[in-house]
């Protein structure tokens, strides 16, 4: 029977995300278990792709293998790996198992199997129970067998990977889909994926892009990838900080300069310009460079040509351009600090990165990956989050969105340190220990909050959002779509939208935008 439910899986017309969640579902009823989670193998790291009966943000987790010695073991071996409940090897997942509300629950059953794609360690498949003598010998002989079809399903995957890039290629050849370094986009909600396929398609194209968006959503991490998935991306990404350049150095930085340019130019150099020839220049920030440096930026767009202080010979160079500003650059043109021209040269192509405020459960699993990291970072057993506290996330605004998260679990886990958690045990964080302004719960508030938090969750786990959250990202991305298509006129923006001004300022400060 469960043969059957994977080989119909596996050869339905799925995208390839439901084709695995579906498949580490059907193996969670067939085993019985707590838990299943499909790891994949990126260097030295094991990343969940699929998940069931673990907590939402354990998809955001990257387990170090050499810092999971039951991982480990299950790489190396060929054979399934049954190991016996009273195992002293710490299980990565403690504490992670979805359950009823109360305390944490210590995982009393693994099993897990080594996954091989064409030959190669392509990652692993675990099994995880509450309830010791859960697995057995046949069940590791069924896992052997049932991994095969895992295994097919994930070169059927992969397959449709490299066909969706080669389709997206066209006849230039070029299918390069994995993930270079630099770090990694995570989440799995419908405005991200949106976003991720709307950058794969413009990074085929030579044009100018320009990200927009507030201070801490990783438009350095979307940059990376446009470069990533372009034809450039064997040649160089060079990032300029233009909020970090002084006016006096400025333009040689960019443009480089000759021995005797000017005080303390000691030696010839060459500029961002020309270290990037061939590949991408990404300029971060682009909104703070001062009007002159502006004008000859200007310059060597139109010509692709750069000049070295103290040189009278241009030199060509071959440069892509990415920019990203958190600011508004059209109010910056209507108040003479940015020049038009600049500015339209810059946004042929302008994408809107959203909020992580916008991005629904998405907070949930970028959670899950610095909690791993503190977890490795402080020598603790398992540390998760408490359900009042998963509440508190979802229900806060994220004015510093991804990266004021990054700061707000980092203090969090030293408070519970400083509280008197143990580093031996699973350490749970409290709402209080997040210090959210407004999103501090107390224990003596009613059940109410907690049980909206718990359908927020299960929505999210099956891939809806609420119909409050769809309704107001829908307007978010109209209103911003108009603003952009407008140049970041408000009042041709509510024409365009076909409201009155007044109400388009009101909805935009209610939605955050303003």
């Not at 080594?114 to 190669?120: A, D, K, N, P, Q």
């Not at 003479?336 to 040269?345: E, K, M, S, V, W």
């Not at 192509?349 to 610095?370: K, N």
């Amino acid at each position: 029977m469960l043969d059957d439910s994977l080989l119909a899986d596996l050869t339905a017309d799925l995208p390839s995300a439901v084709r695995l969640q579906r498949l580490v579902r059907t193996l969670r009823e067939s085993f019985r278990c707590g838990a299943v989670c499909l790891l994949q193998l990126q260097q030295d790291v094991l990343a969940p792709v699929a998940v069931e009966g673990l907590v939402r943000e354990a998809l955001g987790r990257r387990f170090e293998v050499a810092r999971h010695p039951r991982l480990a073991a299950i790489l190396t071996s060929r054979r399934s790996t049954l190991f016996p409940p009273d195992s002293s090897l710490p299980d990565p997942y403690d504490g992670l198992v979805e359950q009823q509300p109360g305390e944490p629950l210590h995982v009393h059953d693994c099993m897990g199997i080594s996954l091989h794609v064409e030959g190669e360690p392509w990652g692993v498949l675990t099994l995880d129970a509450l309830v010791a003598g859960t697995f057995d010998e046949a069940s590791r002989t069924a896992l052997e067998r049932y991994a095969l079809l895992v295994e097919a399903a994930v070169r059927v995957s992969r397959l449709e990977q490299e066909v969706r890039a080669l389709r997206m290629a066209g006849h230039g050849g070029i299918a390069h889909v994995e993930p270079g370094e630099g770090g990694e986009i995570l989440g799995h909600s419908a405005e991200l994926q949106r976003l991720l396929h709307e950058l794969d398609v413009v990074a085929e194209a030579d044009l100018p892009v320009l990200l927009m968006g507030e201070t801490g959503v990783g438009k350095e991490l979307f940059a990376r990838r446009l470069h990533q998935r372009s034809p450039r991306w064997e040649q160089p990404l060079v990032q300029v900080n233009c909020a970090a350049l002084p006016e006096t150095l400025a333009e040689s930085e960019l443009f480089g300069h000759v021995k005797g340019a000017f005080s303390g130019a000691t030696a010839e150099r060459a500029g961002r310009f020309e270290a990037a020839d061939g590949g991408t220049l990404f300029l971060d920030e682009v909104g703070e460079l001062p009007l002159p440096i502006q004008a000859k930026l200007l310059r060597a767009l139109q010509n692709g040509e750069v000049q070295r202080l103290g040189e009278d010979t241009p030199r060509r160079v071959d440069v892509r351009i990415i920019a990203a500003t958190n600011r508004q650059l059209a109010d910056g043109v209507r108040d003479g600090l940015f020049r038009a021209d600049l500015y339209h040269r810059l946004s042929v192509y302008p994408v809107a990165i959203p909020p992580l405020r916008e991005r629904g459960s998405d907070v949930l699993v970028l959670a899950g990956h610095f909690l791993e990291i503190n977890r490795a970072r402080l020598g603790v057993r398992s540390l998760r989050l408490a359900p009042r506290a998963e509440a508190a996330l979802l229900g806060y605004h994220w004015p510093g969105n991804v990266r004021e998260l990054e700061h707000v679990i980092s203090r969090a886990a030293i408070k519970a340190l400083g509280h008197g958690a143990r580093r031996d045990d699973i350490v749970t964080l409290e709402p209080e220990w997040l210090d959210l302004p407004h999103g501090k719960t107390s224990k003596d508030e009613p059940l109410k909050a907690d049980s909206r938090a718990s359908d927020i969750r299960e929505l999210a786990t099956h891939g809806v959002e609420p119909l409050r959250r769809q309704v107001e990202d829908a307007q978010r991305r109209a209103i911003r779509q108009a603003l952009t298509a407008c140049d970041g006129s408000w009042a041709n923006a509510a024409r365009r939208l076909a409201v009155d001004p007044s109400n388009l300022h009101k909805l935009a400060r209610r939605l955050g935008i303003k």
